[in-house]
């Protein structure tokens, strides 16, 4: 490691490389012009060497300066993420739970609370996002994902398999709700990548083109089941998300047609690590809650 240049150095060249300006470098790093100089001087003295070609009051990257530009601010990216995941790894005490949106909002959330009163030490941040994070990066104790359950390096724990149903607004087309399956095609209809076909099947219709004119697409439940609480279309959505506005009247069931969703809710964690701690608190309190909503949701569908 004894041919490292000083860091100050080659922070200072590669900001007068990607801003072409001695001012502009010193401003950005809040030194001084002279002090951006001295670091040039010092850096092109170690490798011996010009890295600039002096034009009047500017600058020009010399070939070599050039090629070496593109190799340190490769080296500092990679040590600024480095510093990154390190600051953003769960610290003991720190439970990161990460989840998608949905799911985070309709089913978790309102049952946190008892997490908490069990766990009140436990400093917790829930990470919502439609995209997968790797948890193999060590930044996420514990995920929620939906899915087959075949994710490499990840261990698992199956919570619990959802359903689907036909949703709309009480007020959806000035209260005339469509009842009947082709009723339901035939209605403005919002839409995900989901497909529909599991439900379309039970029903006994056709499944919707993709192509279809009119209605609307959306990329998130919880948007949908927005965009269904005004009015603006009839949408299939899983019960774990939609129960909430079932009960408390914002959204109605269109037909009796259940079917099954075809991807489970999982607990996942990195294979390396389970710590005694954390981890195992939250499965098996997860763990409790699927059961518990599993029971609920047995007689709520019983009574309806």
């Known amino acids: ?100 949106p949905s799911f985070c909002s309709q089913w978790l959330l309102p049952r946190f609370p008892r997490f908490q009163q069990r766990y009140p030490d436990y400093r917790v941040s829930i990470r919502a996002s439609l995209d997968i994070q790797d948890l193999r990066q060590g930044l996420v104790d514990i995920g929620i994902r939906m899915g087959l359950g075949d994710w490499e390096g990840l261990e698992k724990k199956r919570l619990f398999e959802d359903k689907i149903i036909m949703v709309a607004a009480p007020h959806y087309n000035q209260g005339k709700l469509p009842r009947t399956p082709k009723e339901v095609m035939a209605a403005r209809l919002i839409r995900s990548t989901e497909s529909w076909s599991p439900w379309c099947e039970v029903a006994g219709v056709k499944e919707p083109p993709i192509n279809r004119p009119g209605g609307l697409w959306i990329n998130d439940s919880n948007v949908i089941m927005e965009a269904v609480r005004m009015g603006q279309g009839v949408a299939l959505e899983r019960l774990s998300v939609v129960r909430p506005f079932l009960e408390r009247g914002e959204i109605v069931r269109l037909t009796d047609i259940v079917a099954p969703y075809r991807f489970p809710y999982w607990l996942v964690w990195p294979e390396r690590e389970l710590s005694a701690g954390k981890q195992h608190d939250f499965i098996e309190w997860m763990m409790e809650e699927a059961q518990r909503y599993q029971q609920e949701l047995d007689s709520y569908m019983a009574a309806v």
């Open 1 to 100: 490691m004894s041919t490292l240049p000083p860091l100050p150095a080659l922070r200072s060249f590669e900001a007068v490389a990607r801003l072409g300006s001695v001012t502009l470098a010193a401003t950005e790093l809040f030194v001084t012009h002279s002090a951006i100089s001295q670091q040039l001087r010092l850096l092109e003295d170690l490798l011996g060497v010009p890295l600039f070609i002096r034009e009047g009051r500017g600058l020009r990257l010399t070939e070599d300066g050039r090629m070496y530009a593109l190799q340190v601010r490769q080296a500092l990216r990679e040590i600024s993420n480095a510093t990154q995941l390190v600051r953003a790894r769960p610290r003991e005490g720190e439970l990161v739970i990460a989840t998608l």
